[in-house]
């Protein structure tokens, strides 16, 4: 992992972002700064009440990252590191799921919160249709999943796409995932790995057919 000191692995819910990162950090013998949903006590009741829980979810989420920010601007962390998300990626669930009162509080609070983060040397975004999306949620069954509101995974593959099609701050490999098996295909995820070597320029694409 020589040219790839940090490497961040993102999509939307179900995409299959943190089972890579894992996989990519022990392949890579590198540190794993992942994601802890299950830390943040406000998620589930944010599943049951979007509207009366966003704020304090996303707050939680914040102090959560400002945190792993830190320790990585304090090098506290040895070696490479992969990433199950991107610092960025706050800002936009804030701007999904608070209304414009909420949004405006939010960014005043981040602005004093989170630290000037690292920026990656490449992020792997991962890809789905929304069908696969909710089949993949479904059979990891986490509870506080279970019953997403009609419509939100929707919310979320578009404000995904949106985000992405504009990011340009570091290289990025999209990667569609709707026919890959990236956790426990060893085919698929030499085929990634020999993409992720071969990259040149800004961006790159690895789609795999039926």
Known sequence: MTQWRYVVVE???????SSLAKRLAAHWNASLV?????ANPFLPRFYRNMTHHGMSTQLAFLLQRSDKANAMLAGELAGPVVSDFLFEKDA??????LDEEELALYRRI??????EHPVPDLVIYLQASESVLLERVAKRAAEYEMNFPEGYLKR?????SEFFHQYDAAPMLIVNTDHLDLVDGDEDFELLLR??????????YFNKSV
Do not use: W
């Open 110 to 115: 981040a602005v004093g919160v989170m630290p």
């Open 195 to 204: 993409c992720i070597a071969e990259m040149r320029g800004q961006r790159s």
């Open 92 to 97: 936009l669930f804030a701007s999904l799921n």
């Open 156 to 160: 979320i593959h578009t404000g995904y």
């Open 11 to 17: 999509g939307p819910i179900g995409a299959g972002k």
């Open 34 to 38: 992942a994601e802890e949903p299950d």
